[in-house]
């Protein structure tokens, strides 16, 4: 096998020592089937231990490995060392967030806004057990299904120029997670989430950069659910204005 | 402590070619509001007499005006087509179990565009 050297310029952050970020470089000799996250691993395993970063599945399921690589906002452990062949690759911690330590940031931010979503079903009678499970068809589920893909890995966070300017904004996944509840036939809590998505932070803070749905790793279009919402809210808001607000 | 990095509010779309896009898409909007103005002050002219409204057409016919409307007119064809571009993302519409393709939503906002365009320009005598 082939192999491919690989300059990483890794930002490192110490909050203990360190004012401010600065880069470090390590030179990797990497092979052909790689990914930016082995290389990572390399370094952490072989030439310094003291690198924090985020992983866990190395198969684009778990989220935990997003940081951007050459300025973008990627999965390290879906980002092929042969795209950085023989160059120079930035990697820094996603965008947006604040640096807990190296390439690991604080998502305390987004926890508390997927919170006030309420990404869950939610019901206002339960049926009883014994009535049976909640049917729901294939085209219902075809609705929403590619927003159950989301991996919550806040790519689209770091992709977001509105995020940046306005930190009040709910951004991409967790909006998109909203819809994906919306639109589910067993929800009936539609009422209930607009008066969170309907603010100002809420999605009028979107302005369709489509940039998030552009990071997204797992081809889920968060900014086709954002719009999508804004046809909704607004819709809910003439039919509350008309007393017909109910689900 | 965390580190917060620092960022721009006035060069943060020079970033990333996509931030830059989505700013010239935005500017166009400057465009679409000053010619809706310019109907506005047409329909004003209209209403206030024959006389006002030979005025306002005479005042469209300079150089400067002409310029300007030749540009306002490209910029508009660009930001409906970025406009139309994006339709089906904002509006997916499903058969059964599948979507749409929005090649066929967008292109419908095409053929709305042209039927428009022609009955527009069939009662203002044009064709």
């Known amino acids: 096998m082939n192999e491919i050297k690989l300059e990483l310029d890794i930002l490192r952050y110490d909050p203990e020592k360190d004012r401010e970020p600065h ?10 089937d790689w990914m930016v996250l082995d290389a990572i691993n390399h370094v ?7 690198i924090s970063y985020r992983w866990s599945c190395h198969m684009a399921v778990c989220g935990s490995c997003g940081m951007m690589i050459d300025g973008k906002p990627k999965l390290a452990c879906k ?12 990697v820094e911690p996603l965008a947006n967030f604040p640096i807990e330590r190296d390439l690991v940031v604080v998502q305390d931010d987004f926890m508390e806004k997927l919170k006030r979503v309420k990404p869950y079903i939610i019901r206002k009678e339960e049926k009883p057990i014994e009535e049976g499970e909640y049917k729901q068809t294939p085209a ?8 159950t893909l989301c991996i919550n890995c806040l790519c689209c966070y770091a992709a977001c120029p509105e995020y940046a300017l306005t930190p009040e904004f709910i951004g991409p996944a967790a909006l998109a997670l ?23 932070e809420g999605v009028w803070d979107c302005s369709f950069t489509d940039t998030c749905s552009l990071a997204c790793p797992k081809h889920v279009d968060p900014a086709s659910a954002l719009q999508q919402l804004k046809i909704a809210t607004t819709t809910q808001w003439y039919k509350e204005l008309i007393g017909m607000g109910g689900n | 402590m965390a580190y917060v990095r620092p960022v721009s509010t006035t060069t943060w779309y020079l970033k990333d070619r996509n931030y830059f896009i989505h700013m010239v898409n935005e ?14 002050w047409g329909i004003g002219a209209v209403a206030g007499g024959p006389e006002a409204y030979q005025s306002f057409l005479a005042s469209l016919t300079g150089p ?3 310029l300007f409307l030749w540009v306002t007119t490209i910029v508009i064809f660009y930001h409906a087509i970025a406009w139309f571009k994006v339709t089906p993302k904002a509006m997916p519409v499903q058969k059964g179990e ?15 565009w042209v039927v428009l365009t022609l009955i527009v320009l069939f009662l203002a005598g044009v064709l």
């Open chain 1, 140 to 147: 219902e589920l075809k609705k929403y299904k590619q927003f």
């Open chain 1, 44 to 50: 952490k395993d072989h030439v310094d231990t003291t």
């Open chain 1, 79 to 90: 980002a092929p060392v042969k795209d950085y062949a023989n160059q120079k690759v930035r």
């Open chain 2, 98 to 112: 599948e979507f749409v393709p929005g090649s066929l939503i967008a292109g419908g906002h095409y053929v709305v």
């Open chain 2, 64 to 66: 400067g005006m002409r």
């Open chain 1, 178 to 200: 909203a819809h994906r509840y919306n639109q589910d036939s067993r929800d009936q809590g539609l009422a209930e989430r607009h008066k969170v998505i309907s603010t100002p």
């Open chain 1, 23 to 32: 880069f470090q470089s390590y030179s990797v000799a990497c092979q052909e």
């Open chain 2, 27 to 40: 500017l166009t909007s400057f465009f679409v509001g000053a010619f809706a103005l310019i109907l506005l």
